[in-house]
């Protein structure tokens, strides 16, 4: 079993529904292998990252079954990828409800079920902080949080009026990891960004610093600052994202993992405060019906981290796992839709593939993975390391300049 001990911080709308106190410690059960203290009484912990996590009109169509709705099918090729680790993915819906007509872009809004499949994926926490959480509007958001929370999904970047950009800390295979996420802004020209009660996360200098010197006073080990920032479609981060992360690691963040430009930017390694930091300027889309290339490509982005007793917790290794969507119509000419690891090992069913559609997915993996400079070997999960303690010098070098 997996054991997520999560110490809320978060005092928001939602949360102080069931959070009775700051030092509250809640137990989440579900599958997977706990991390544990090994003989050299070394502490080792995995967090895996996904970029966004969109559901177009043709997923909907996809994941329609009578009455009924079921997302599983679009994520089970890729169950492996998320066993012993903490799991943290940027949410780009909302969950408004039957009665507010369920829909893809441009004002999203998701049946219910997508969230009981991203728990069965062992998905744990969620990112709020983007252009689409009020497409609904705030009350669409207030339930977002609600649905989360039945799924035992923990989330944040939306943070309430009297404690904003208030981190979200957890308790994982004994170390303690502290996030806090921002949006430049969102697509609902809405008067204010905030309600009687919520409010959203926006990216200033002042909120960042803020959120970050908060999460600190809770002495987490890791530190990791999502953002919704950037260029859609592009390649090359901007300067103010470049700008922000050097922001982010001057004021004690370890990790800081970007989203919304919907596709693949670099991953950079860089060494700080006695350590080594990680960038990824955008994970691109995990899911979504967008078929434009390269956005129908990305990766699962593993960020392993070691605590020796007495020391500070340190970046062992980066690696990544390739991923693809693939999207067909079936024998009944049924649309259906999968993320697919895009590598060539680890334990993964392709069965029931067509073959020119993993064959389609490998030659999108080896481009992404080129254009990461990821390691040409792989491990036995499927993952290709970016980075690696035993050989701090060498550094991820691109050898493209596009994931195409």
Known sequence: MKFLAVNFIQMNYSATKFIKSLCFVFMFLHAGVSFAAVADDAIRARVVFVGDIMIHDQQLEAARHSEAWDFEPQFHRVKPLFWRSLSVGNLETVFAG?????????TFNTPDELAEA??????????????????????????????LNDAGIFWTGLTSQEDPDEPLVVEYGGIRWAFVN????????????????????????????????????????????????????????????????ALCLENGADLVIG?????????????????????????????????????????????????????????SRVSVAPTWVSARRDEDDLEKIEVMYAGIGGPFNHAGLPEGELALAREAGRAVLDFLGAAEELDSAGFYTLWDAASPEFLPQSRRETPE
């Open 98 to 106: 039957e009665e507010n007509e369920f829909s893809g872009y441009p």
């Open 118 to 147: 991203l728990a069965d994926l062992e998905i744990d926490i969620v990112m709020l902080a983007n252009n689409h959480i009020l497409d609904r509007g705030f009350n669409a958001a207030s339930r977002t949080t609600e649905v």
């Open 182 to 245: 921002f949006s430049y802004g969102t697509n609902n020209k809405i008067e204010s960004l905030a309600s009687e009660d919520l409010r959203l996360n926006i990216i200033s200098e002042d909120a960042i610093v803020s959120g970050l010197a908060r999460a600190l006073t809770y002495e987490p080990d890791i530190t990791a600052a999502f953002f919704h920032w950037g260029l859609e479609y592009q390649y090359i981060p901007t300067r103010s994202q470049r700008n922000l992360a």
């Open 259 to 315: 989203a919304h430009p919907h596709v693949l930017q670099p991953i950079e390694v860089t060494s700080s405060g006695g350590g080594y930091s990680v960038i990824a300027y955008s994970l691109g889309n995990f899911i979504s019906y967008q078929r434009s290339i390269p956005c129908e490509r990305s990766v699962v982005l593993a960020i392993d981290i070691e605590k020796n007793p007495g020391e500070r917790a340190l970046v």
